[in-house]
Structure formats: structure tokens, C-alpha cells
């Protein structure tokens, strides 16, 4: 079988009808312009290629963590440090990307209780009247990102952490 020559499939050409004229149409080899020769074979035009560092001179610093840290208030971090109590042994259990997903999305977290937080201290009317159901329900969602979590504890645990970060704002205004 390998023997065997496969021919060759060619697009089937129509004849032009009586009277039409036998314009060839463009394909792709004769529509790219071609630059006109003298003589002489010119050689493509080629950019030179950027001269690489070496490898002492190509950065390796990243940008220091502490400006990022720097942008947090103090309640922020509080907030943080409450939500992540008691959950080392199972974020320790998580895969790394998993860890850094959970992290990030931890300090999301805080900063949206934060500007909830903020955002009734500050309303008319409703000052100190924070919708405890709301931050309960958000850390709730949060939790329930762990594998293998019992829904009581996060339940109990979404709570308990509610009443910490409230009874911090408490301590933080006095």
C-alpha cells in the first residue's frame, strides 16, 4: 500500500463562457507583490536580532511585598488576621495554586467587609446599623471554597468570625 501513488487532487477550472474574457484570477503566489530585479538575485531583508543580556544584567528583583502591605489599613489587616484563624491545617492541606487562590481571595475578602464596614459608618441614619447577615453569608461563600468542609462549622465558624470583626470595629470607634 505505501507503494502506491496518490494522485494528486487539482481545484477543478471552469471554461469561460462564449464572449468572457480569460482574465486570470488572482491566487495567492501572484497577488504578493514581488520587488523588481536587476540582474542579480536580492536577498530577503532580514532584521537584526536584539543583542541578548547576559544573564547578571537581566533583572531578577521583584517588587518588594511591603508596598502592597503598606496600602492596608489597620482594620484591613485585622479583618485578615480573623478570617484566617484557625484555618492553617486546612489551607496547609490545599495545593499550592489552590493556597495562593484561597489567599487571594481571602484578602478580597477583608477588603470588601472593610468597605462595607466603612460605607455604614459613614451613611446618614443607619450609622452603626451594618447588615450582619450580609458579611455572615460572604464569609459563609468564602469558606465553602475548602474541600471536605462540614457546612455546620462554616456556618458556625462564618458567625463566630462575624462577631470578632464586628466587636473589633467596635473597639476600633471607641
Known amino acids: 500500500m505505501p507503494d502506491e ?5 487539482k481545484p477543478k477550472q471552469e471554461a469561460p463562457a462564449q464572449g468572457a474574457t480569460t482574465e486570470a484570477l488572482p491566487t495567492p503566489e501572484s497577488s504578493v507583490e514581488k520587488p523588481a530585479t536587476t540582474g542579480a538575485e536580492q536577498a530577503p531583508k532580514v532584521a537584526p536580532a536584539l543583542p541578548e543580556l547576559p544573564v547578571e544584567a537581566q ?3 521583584k517588587v518588594p511585598e511591603a508596598t502592597v502591605d503598606e496600602q492596608k489599613s ?3 489587616v485585622k479583618i485578615e488576621g480573623i478570617l484566617a484563624k484557625e ?9 499550592s495554586e ?6 487571594t481571595a481571602g484578602e478580597g475578602l477583608a477588603m470588601e467587609i472593610e468597605q462595607l464596614l466603612l460605607k455604614f459608618k459613614n451613611m446618614p441614619g443607619v450609622a452603626g446599623k451594618v447588615p450582619v447577615h450580609k458579611i455572615v453569608e460572604m464569609i459563609a461563600v468564602w ?15 462564618s458567625k463566630i ?7 473589633e470595629k467596635q473597639q476600633e470607634q471607641d
Open 143 to 157: 469558606l465553602r471554597t475548602l474541600p471536605g468542609v462540614n457546612k455546620h462549622y462554616i456556618e458556625q465558624a
Open 161 to 167: 468570625k462575624t462577631d470578632e470583626i464586628l466587636r
Open 87 to 95: 484555618l492553617e491545617p486546612l489551607f496547609e492541606g490545599l495545593p
Open 98 to 103: 489552590r493556597q495562593i487562590e484561597f489567599k
Open 74 to 76: 489597620v482594620l484591613r
Open 59 to 61: 533583572p531578577t528583583e
Open 5 to 9: 501513488l496518490v494522485p494528486e487532487l
